[in-house]
């Protein structure tokens, strides 16, 4: 096959009608820029005309001042907030505290009568509560006892024996509330779990285990918020795994929302268990708007409390300041204009030019900018005669980039990813000869295909086989190898050319035993649907061939000959149905691999005198 010519690039100027031919060289012709005043040091006298600079430093100096003050007022804002929701939530906590500790006395205080007395006299304390509504006893060991819920409060969902983990933090509490996981109850609502062990003479004779609804704590976390910050969405408390505890919609903190992605954790540093202290301020982005905002840990539970604005509404108050900013510039502005006025028509026209030009290349029209723009001699004379060049150049790549986007599309139907690269990369190789190279060969055929064929309809012969070797092509190429040709029923596979690997032979083992095992999934397949099932016989060889494009110079063929591909086939032809049967001096090139090879004895191969050491990848 002949090389590829070298591509003639023409472009033709739209307000010229001429043609531009780059010289054979490939370098891109250029005619000399005429001598002007740069662009730069027009735009320079014009702005020592102005007294901008003076008035720029008042301007950004006030908006500075006045931006880092309302930081500090936000920070205290963020402060007290996250005061008032730790104050709430400790106050909340410490009524469900409370409400257990009474009811645990009337559970376990002498003369109050017998158990179910007890039980009966719990129900009206849950009543009024409004974070419970209702305790499991369990026993010292975590096993269930009973539990007791308040009139007209459906049955609860409690863990029939608690965990070894709860246990153990129930004993190391010192008789006091321990909490576990957020999580929804059977009315899809959040609840908090909650145990509090019944001490005497320090030691645990129950525990209570109930549920603290979160939904007033909820409506309290979202009211702060929209009683300082304006919206009910600003505030929210979140647990170590960064998941919602404590936020206005309930249904989030139901549904345990992930918040790791939300930045203000991307300034924390230290315990990332909240079960330190720390306070955290950063600004950070959410949903594309630019944020600030605060956090602060309560170390008791392991929570963190998350306040955040976004700099519209924080800084909303500089606005007005900006504006009057902006009138003092527009004023300057305005002699600057019309001092300029005569120089910015001159600017404004090519750079029109050039936004027209930009646009028809954004459309893939790939043209100049016209003699208007590159006869200046200043820098956007400059830019014009640079963006004509890359219009030319970029004309000329697409024209090849398409076409190697066309001849791999149609190479890759019948070679193999590595041999299109090869030929695509270096057209020069497509001549007839090779060059001796080590490979490992892999043959696999289909057993009984004769009688196969007999049996069943050519179409479902011919489906069948396609299924096959699709699979087959891409557990080969997943290892490394590629699919030297498809003989009728048999795979010829090739490790070591055009690409080689210190551990082809390796590979090559791997993509056998992973097509027997991909057999398994395939039979399945076809016995449900045709009711047949195949096997495969598999033969590997590792040694020299002759590697290359044989045929003629109308018709040829990249593939490798040479003794090493006859003994892969006559090995192949000794296998059973599944069986993999590999030569010995591919077991000496995988070496302490770690696949397992046994022994299969010597072998006497169709017309060789010596005998072959053969060895099998057991099942």
């Excluded at 009206?124 to 026993?139: C, E, K, M, Q, W």
């Excluded at 505030?235 to 919602?244: P, S, T, W, Y």
């Excluded at 890359?390 to 070679?415: D, P």
Aim: glycine residues 8%; hydrophobic residues 45%; contains cysteine.
């Amino acid at each position: 096959m002949a090389a590829n010519p070298v591509p003639v690039v023409e472009t033709r100027s739209a307000e010229r009608g001429t043609e531009h031919l780059p010289p054979s060289t490939g370098e891109t012709s250029t005619s000399v820029a005429p001598r002007g005043l740069p662009l730069f040091t027009r735009l320079f006298l014009l702005t020592l005309l102005c007294a901008l600079p003076p008035l720029v430093w008042l301007g950004w100096s006030m908006v500075d001042t006045n931006e880092k003050s309302l930081q500090e007022l936000v920070r205290h804002l963020h402060r007290s907030i996250v005061g008032d929701v730790q104050r709430t939530v400790g106050d909340e906590l410490a009524r469900v505290e409370q409400d257990l500790e009474g009811i645990s006395q009337i559970l376990f205080a002498p003369g109050l009568g017998d158990d179910a007395t007890r039980y009966a006299l719990v129900g009206p304390r849950l009543g009024p509560s409004h974070n419970i509504d209702f305790v499991t006893l369990y026993a010292p060991s975590g096993q269930s006892v009973t539990t007791v819920k308040a009139d007209e409060v459906p049955d609860p969902r409690g863990a029939p024996r608690l965990e070894p983990a709860i246990l153990e933090a129930l004993r190391a509490s010192n008789g006091r509330l321990v909490f576990q996981a957020v999580r929804a109850n059977t009315q899809g609502e959040p609840v908090l779990e909650a145990f509090y062990p019944i001490v005497h003479n320090s030691t645990v004779r129950a525990i209570l285990g109930t549920q603290v609804k979160l939904g007033r704590l909820c409506d309290s976390v979202g009211d702060l918020g929209e009683k300082f910050l304006g919206s009910r969405e600003n505030v929210f408390v979140a647990d170590h795994e960064r998941r919602l505890v404590l936020h206005a919609d309930a249904a989030r903190v139901a549904a345990r929302e992930d918040m790791s992605r939300h930045g203000l954790f991307a300034a924390l540093s230290g315990d990332s268990s909240f079960r330190t202290h720390m306070v955290a301020v950063s600004d950070f982005q959410l949903d594309g708007l630019e944020m600030v905002g605060s956090l602060e840990t309560i170390p008791e539970q392991g929570w963190a409390v998350v306040v955040h604005q976004p700099h519209s509404v924080v800084f909303a108050s500089l606005s007005e300041m900006r504006k009057s900013i902006l009138a003092a510039f527009a004023v300057a502005a305005l002699v600057a204009l019309l001092a300029g006025l005569l120089g910015a028509r001159q600017v404004t026209r090519p750079i029109r030019d050039l936004v027209a030009a930009t646009q028809a290349l954004a459309e893939r029209t790939f043209r100049g900018v016209g003699e208007r723009v590159t006869r200046r001699g200043d820098e956007l004379g400059t830019l014009g005669r640079a963006f004509d060049s890359m219009a030319v150049t970029l004309e000329a790549k697409e024209r090849e980039v398409v076409t190697q986007t066309q001849v791999r599309a149609a190479l890759s139907r019948y070679l193999s990813p590595d041999v299109v690269d090869l030929i695509v990369s270096n057209p020069d190789q497509l001549r007839l000869g090779g060059e001796r190279r080590e490979v490992t060969i892999l043959f696999a055929d289909v057993v009984g295909f004769t009688k196969l064929s007999e049996s069943q309809p050519p179409e479902i012969i011919v489906a069948l086989l396609n299924e096959l070797f699709t699979f087959a092509t891409e557990i080969i190429q997943r290892r490394g190898g590629i699919i030297d040709k498809f003989i009728g029923d048999c795979v010829m596979a090739v490790w070591g050319s055009p690409q080689s690997h210190p551990d082809d032979a390796l590979r090559a083992v791997q993509a056998a035993e992973d097509l027997r095992r991909w057999l398994d999934v395939g039979n399945r397949r076809w016995r449900a649907r045709w009711g047949i099932e195949i096997q495969l016989a598999i033969g590997v060889h590792t040694g020299p061939a002759v590697a290359g494009n044989v045929g003629s110079e109308k018709r040829m063929e990249y593939t490798v000959i040479g003794d090493t591909v006859n003994i892969a086939a006559r090995i192949e032809s000794m296998a059973q149905p599944g069986q993999i049967l590999v030569s010995e001096a591919t077991r000496e090139r995988i070496g302490d691999s770690g696949v397992e090879l046994v022994p299969a004895g010597e072998r006497q191969l169709h017309g060789r005198t010596a005998a072959t050491r053969i060895f099998e990848v057991p099942l």
